[in-house]
């Protein structure tokens, strides 16, 4: 099992790890089939701080999820509360809007119950006063993310739709989107939605 100290010292490598490049496949044609339903989310997770989260924590609440904000990008108590119990009964998917640190330590720990990444989409800010979303994952929830760019300041409650929706399974492709926003991204660090589910 995890020890706090482990945890904590996964968690700090996480802020020294630097961001994977560009994506490149930028998909196009008539709207894609799901290829299998939306993965059961066990929980949605966001981080509290920001209003962007809060967004993104209430559509998915509307979506019919269960939500849980933490403080502070800090998720040790769930882990050690409630997470770490739950995938070591059964893995199940789990989702969140955070930055990078919570979302590389849930993928580090998901590896060892039996899960992975199924969707990942990086919102980091570019000049101009625009927002890059460097998305993979399945060609259909690709295709949902066309509505990012008449989103405006919402786009972080397209990408709750987006994640609440994904379906089970590994990640297809990849594209690339610009948005312009009218406010910069707080301390302008990137933010990631993303999907955790069983491995196929």
């Known amino acids: ?9 996964i968690g700090f490598a996480a802020t020294t790890l630097p961001i994977a490049g560009p994506l490149l496949a930028d998909p196009s044609g008539p709207a894609p089939a799901p ?14 701080r920001f209003a962007l989260g809060h967004a993104f924590g209430a559509e998915a609440a509307r979506a019919g999820k269960s939500v849980l904000g933490f403080a502070g990008g800090d998720i040790t108590e769930f882990w050690f509360r409630e997470l770490d119990l739950r995938w070591r009964q059964a893995p199940q998917a789990i989702a969140g809007f955070t930055r990078h640190g919570p979302l590389f ?21 570019v000049d101009g006063g ?17 509505a990012l760019p008449t989103a405006g ?21 990849s594209q690339t989107l610009i948005t312009r926003t009218a406010h910069r991204l707080p301390d302008d660090e990137p933010f990631y939605s993303w ?3 069983p491995r196929a």
Not at 1 to 9: A, D, I, P
Not at 107 to 112: I, L, N, Q, V
Not at 130 to 146: D, K, V
Request: proline share 4%; aromatic share 10%; glycine share 6%.
């Open 195 to 197: 999907v955790i589910a």
């Open 105 to 125: 330590v849930l993928e580090r720990f998901a590896w060892d119950r039996g899960l992975k990444v199924t969707f990942r989409a990086e919102h980091r800010p």
């Open 35 to 48: 290829s299998a339903p939306a993965a059961p989310l066990y929980k949605v997770l966001f981080d509290e």
């Open 153 to 173: 300041q919402e786009w972080s409650r397209t990408m709750a739709t987006i994640v609440t929706g994904c379906a089970a399974g590994c990640a297809t492709g």
């Open 1 to 9: 099992m995890t020890n706090r100290r482990e945890f904590l010292q």
């Open 130 to 146: 625009l927002i890059e979303h460097r998305l993979a994952g399945a060609a259909f929830s690709l295709y949902q993310a066309a």
